[in-house]
């Protein structure tokens, strides 16, 4: 028993590291783009932030955005993600989406066709809405990944959760506009150092 326990452990710590030498951002094929899409939540406010970042076949950043939404919980936040990258999106013009998350239980609730028990889910709106969107004439795929790749859009998330009534795009990496002001600095330089490098 106590061999087996051994050897399984050592079976995963294996993948661990082969996992951990693997993690970073990688561009989607051409003509597809990739958005990163993060959500977050502040408990205490029951407030959250929805932040993504789309790029092309070879890395060029094509635009973000950051948004707060009141009264919420982590997963809403999640899937709100979804909801706010899609349509950022597709008025953008792209019609090969691979939409990332780095949440399996949003990733997991908008897959698949929809089904009477969606109705039943807690956030059976947002969900139908998701896959409203999916259903649309274009190509999406949404796909799990690790959190260690989506900094990013974790940071975006983040600002937004933290800057109520707040909505941001960013249609370029220098081109800043927001709804209402709001301390961007911190945040540009950030942004500007992960997607230079």
């Not at 993600?81 to 990332?100: D, K, M, Q, T």
């Not at 066709?113 to 809405?129: E, M, V």
Request: aromatic content about 12%; proline content about 4%; hydrophobic content about 45%.
């Amino acid at each position: 028993m106590i061999a087996l326990s051994i050897a399984q452990n050592n079976i995963y710590l294996e993948k661990h590291e082969l996992w951990k030498d693997n993690v970073k951002w990688s561009p989607p094929e051409y003509p597809w783009v990739k958005v990163n899409v993060d959500g977050s939540w502040l408990g205490q406010s029951r407030t959250m932030g929805v932040g993504g970042a789309v790029r092309d076949a070879v890395g060029r950043w094509k635009g973000g955005f950051a948004r707060s939404f009141e009264d919420g919980d982590s997963l809403r936040a999640e899937i709100l993600a979804l909801a706010e990258g899609l349509p950022f999106c597709w008025n953008a013009g792209f019609r090969y989406i691979i939409c990332v998350s780095d949440c399996i239980g949003a990733v997991k609730a908008v897959q698949g066709p929809s089904l009477n028990r969606d109705n039943i889910h807690k956030h059976s709106d947002i969900i139908g809405a998701v896959k409203e969107l999916v259903a649309r004439d274009w190509s999406v795929k949404i796909v799990n990944i690790p959190r260690e790749i989506n900094s990013v859009a974790h940071v975006l998330a983040s600002w937004g959760a933290k800057n109520s009534a707040i909505n941001v795009t960013w249609r370029s990496r220098f081109c800043f506009t927001s709804s209402r002001g709001g301390h961007l600095f911190p945040y540009v330089i950030f942004l500007f150092f992960f997607l230079s490098v």
